[in-house]
């Protein structure tokens, strides 16, 4: 089992930053990926970016050149460095982890709000 706790959201305002954080615990050396996703008010869940225990990354094209995923692997946490924020970024952003534990399990945080303001 992975658990996730996501922090950093709230009210930004657009053209503004912000920065959401998730740490892992749980069966960390599990893990081969983690990510952000987000749903917007009455859309489906999307992809923002994910990255990989080996660092790679790949973004949404809503999020390129825009939003950055890093991660330290010494706290078992992963960021997401949200720039030039618009008020279509207004969503509830999950953090995921993928992780091998027999079969490939996906896991997901309890969600932050982040609203951006015009």
């Known amino acids: 089992q992975v658990q996730l706790v996501e922090s950093g959201g709230g009210l930004g305002q657009a053209g503004g930053s912000l920065r959401l954080s998730c740490t892992a615990s749980g069966s960390i050396g599990s893990i081969i990926a983690m990510g952000w996703y987000r749903q917007a008010p009455g859309k489906e869940r999307e992809l923002v970016g994910i990255?990989?225990?080996?660092?790679?990354?790949n973004y949404a094209d809503s999020a390129k050149g825009r939003f950055t995923i890093s991660r330290d692997g010494t706290k078992n946490t992963v960021y997401l460095q949200m720039n030039t924020l618009k008020p279509d970024d207004t969503a509830v952003y999950y953090c995921?982890?993928?992780?091998?534990?027999?079969?490939?399990?996906?896991?997901w945080g309890k969600g932050t709000l982040v609203t951006v303001s015009p």
């Open positions: 995921n982890a993928r992780a091998i534990l027999g079969a490939i399990m996906n896991y």
């Open positions: 990255i990989t225990t080996e660092g790679r990354t």
